[in-house]
């Protein structure tokens, strides 16, 4: 059984940046992807970002170029480093575990999210 648990959250004014922790246990077998999503108030999850088992990542055109995600496969932890955040940014951020070349959000076991708050 796969666990996840998201870290880093947190309030931060318009410009600011935010790390991201997402550490994986229990069994991961055929859940070798991961992906990072959101959900603001009033709308409904979407994804940030995705990266697979060669490293090859996905970002949501709204992020790219200011969000970037990495993972360290030996602390089986996933990143999402968020740069020059905004108002929109604004979210419960979730992390999730799936295996490569599925639907992610019907196959994939996912955490509780971190809050992140972008407020002037």
């Known amino acids: 059984q796969v666990h996840l648990a998201e870290s880093g959250g947190g309030s931060v004014s318009p410009g600011g940046s935010l790390r991201l922790s997402c550490v994986v246990s229990?069994?991961?077998?055929?859940?070798?992807?991961m992906v990072w999503s959101r959900q603001a108030p009033g709308k409904e999850r979407e994804r940030v970002a995705s990266?697979?088992?060669?490293?090859?990542?996905y970002y949501e055109a709204a992020v790219k170029g200011r969000f970037f995600i990495s993972k360290d496969n030996a602390k089986k932890t996933l990143y999402l480093q968020m740069n020059s955040l905004q108002p929109d940014d604004t979210a419960i951020y979730y992390c999730?575990?799936?295996?490569?070349?599925?639907?992610?959000?019907?196959?994939?076991?996912w955490g509780q999210g971190t809050q992140v708050t972008v407020s002037s």
């Open positions: 999730a575990a799936y295996p490569c070349g599925t639907w992610w959000e019907r196959t994939g076991v």
């Open positions: 229990g069994d991961t077998y055929r859940h070798d992807c």
């Open positions: 990266i697979d088992t060669d490293g090859s990542t």
